[in-house]
């Protein structure tokens, strides 16, 4: 068993990787970290964590005291300006994309090198799985990527933007011209892309749209780059965010404009799962030698 520490515990990424870590075959939980819940029981968080097992869950320590428990695996959620250990497997869901040292690792697409796995952004992972199997027949000048996405990827804390009264019946554009995803798509594919990310009254799930105008038909290369993929699938319907809520798959699919000849290439996953903590747990598999799909939700017909 691989002994494992979450830091960051009590916001939404870090209570969805707990959730995943608590079902994986592999990994132990020996340190739950969050500075505002530390020196309590874990079922403050939630109180089902009282239930169904586990009820011998460790209680809370203060995120720089799970950081330093002597795990083998560790899950940093939300910015913390402390060192990794030196010794363990870290995935950091939020804050060393950039960094020197730190291995920027989309499974499909760009697997983790090395023990220090920087996990993409939602809206990054959504706008990389549609468009770069593509970077070397599309026009970059041409690319537009529309992003939809639901309140939760603002994270717990509550802002104006998160507010119900700014979110219920509204489409809200934000960051735009500017968002710190935009940074990351360019990374991977190359070139730089107009991106404009929305929030909609929706609790989880995501869509991108990506607007491209390319020199051949997309879909055989998004096929060929997924063939073998567990997580993503390549259909020929439109992608669906309510199918895929909960889960830590996500989809895509090409279509044609028939007015335009431009290419229209979707991705939709959610947000929590393949945008942040599935894909935090699937780096770690690939990190630690273990089969990739272990601990994920990627099974099931959910309504």
């Known amino acids: 068993m691989v002994r494992t520490a979450i830091t960051g515990a009590s916001g939404f990424a870090g209570q969805e990787t707990l959730d995943r870590v608590l079902t994986h075959p592999q990994l132990e939980l020996v340190a739950l970290g969050s500075d505002s819940l530390a020196g309590q029981a874990a079922a403050v968080l939630d109180p089902r964590l009282e239930r169904n097992g586990h009820r011998s869950l460790p209680a809370f320590l203060s995120n720089a005291e799970a950081l330093a428990s002597g795990s083998d695996l560790v899950f940093v959620c939300g910015d913390l300006a402390l060192e990794p250990p030196a010794d363990a497997v870290v995935v950091d869901l939020s804050g060393h994309r950039f960094d020197d040292g730190w291995s920027y690792a989309l499974p499909e697409l760009a697997p983790p090198a090395g ?11 959504a706008a990389l799985l549609a468009l770069a199997p ?14 939809k996405s639901g309140i939760s ?14 979110v219920l019946e509204n489409v809200t554009p934000y960051a735009v011209g500017a968002h710190r995803h935009a940074p990351e798509i360019e990374q991977l594919v ?35 780059a997924y063939a073998r993929s567990h997580v993503v699938d390549v259909i020929e319907t439109v992608p669906d965010v309510a199918r895929l809520q909960g889960t830590d798959a996500a989809e895509v699919a090409a279509f044609e404009d028939q007015a335009t000849g ?32 272990l601990g994920l939700r990627l099974t099931g017909v959910l309504v």
């Open 153 to 166: 990827g603002a994270g717990r804390t509550l802002s104006d933007r998160a507010h119900a009264a700014a």
């Open 262 to 293: 431009r290419w229209i290439v979707i991705c939709a996953l959610d947000n929590l799962g393949k945008g942040a903590a599935g894909q935090a747990v699937q780096n770690a598999n690939l990190a630690l030698g273990l089969e990739e799909t």
């Open 190 to 224: 190359g070139f730089p892309v107009t991106f404009v990310p929305h929030v909609v009254p929706l609790r989880r799930g995501l869509v991108c749209t990506c607007y491209v105008s390319a020199s051949e038909d997309p879909r055989p290369l998004l096929q060929a």
């Open 134 to 147: 593509l970077k070397e027949v599309v026009d970059p000048a041409s690319v537009v990527v529309d992003g």
């Open 115 to 125: 023990r220090l796995i920087a996990n993409p952004g939602c809206y990054a992972t």
